[in-house]
């Protein structure tokens, strides 16, 4: 699976610290930014990792800023891009299971490496239920039009 990552200066430390650890399990990343800790406006790359993934380049993707807020609410302008702010595990799998999320935003001033360690694979790893569900994904969509 293809996954791409976006983060501002406020997530650049747990976006390099997930990066590893997708690569370590086997993920290919597509790295869209930003590259360091100088301040940056993370619209621009909570954009550029949404439209990663509604374009199809990747099947997956992960922002991070300091709250998490910001980056899921640039990324989710993008049409197609269902993406979800969690904190713990639980909130990963039912974002998953129940909405289809296919970008998943996190809190690096929020959450430790060890906790996002256990979203992220909750995230990656957790199927889509589909059926009753289903319905209210196409509606969602259908908001985006």
Known sequence: ?????????GGFAMKEHVKGWLESHGYEVQDCGCYSTESVDYPVYGRAAAEAVASGACERGIVVCTTGIGISIAA???KGIRCALCSE?????????????????MGGGMIGANMA???????LTTEFE??????????ISDIEG
């Open 76 to 78: 989710n302008k993008v």
């Open 89 to 105: 595990p639980l909130s990963a799998e039912m974002t998953r299971r129940h909405n289809n999320a296919n970008m998943l935003a």
């Open 1 to 9: 699976m293809k996954v791409s990552l976006g983060c501002d200066h």
């Open 130 to 139: 589909g059926g009753r569900h289903e319905r209210r994904v196409n509606l």
């Open 117 to 123: 360690d256990r979203i992220v694979e909750t995230f």
